[in-house]
């Protein structure tokens, strides 16, 4: 199981790796490690259990946030309209829209604890990958598109594997674009 403690926090190396692609077929490790960081975002989201392990919230958490140099991450969410539950394994963003978002709150990171800003992201993603998804236990390649808040998400956790965090990218020139709740 993971904990707080496991999350390697700013300053840390490995969060400025570029990391490397997952091996296919994907390994037993790498299956259970994408279920144990789902396992921690549902934790860090249910009441009881974050209060009980002391964890802040999260919707989304990538391998180098566990001090894993590797190229997949787990989000965790409902954006109103869909559940979000899946792992996504060596991710490529194949398509991305001119149009650009922000998430009106700020974004925030479990590696970045207290701290929040605005970056802009695209506001559509045309994705693809390994994606286990929670919600039918199924692990496909396959493409997905993703908007709006689904795809700030997914933007700020591919970020992640390429050593960026969201810190590197605040701007205070976002007001003229859209702001998703
Ligand atoms: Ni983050």
């Known amino acids: 199981m993971l904990l707080p403690k496991d999350i390697i926090q700013d300053g840390h190396p490995t969060l400025r790796l570029i990391s490397e692609n997952v091996t296919v ?21 249910d009441e009881k259990t974050s209060e009980k392990y002391q964890m802040t919230p999260g919707v989304g958490l990538a391998a180098p946030q566990i ?53 802009l992201r695209h506001k559509k993603l045309v994705v693809e990958g390994y994606i286990y998804n929670n919600l039918d236990k199924s692990l496909d390649y ?3 598109t993703l908007t709006d808040y689904a795809a700030i998400v997914f933007q700020h956790e591919y970020d ?19 702001a998703i709740a």
């Open 67 to 119: 001090g894993i140099s590797k190229r997949m991450f787990a989000c965790f969410f409902f954006d109103g309209k869909e559940d979000y539950q899946f792992v996504i394994y060596n991710p490529v963003i194949k398509e991305k829209s001119k149009e650009m978002i922000y998430l009106k709150t700020g974004e925030g990171c479990l590696s970045v604890p207290g701290k929040s800003g605005h970056v």
């Open 142 to 144: 396959k493409e997905i």
């Open 25 to 45: 077929p994907l390994s037993r490790k790498d299956k259970d490690k994408g279920k144990e960081m789902l396992k921690y975002l549902e934790m860090s989201l």
């Open 160 to 178: 992640h594997l390429d050593g960026i965090l969201f810190t590197d990218k605040i701007t205070e020139d976002y007001e003229k674009y859209e």
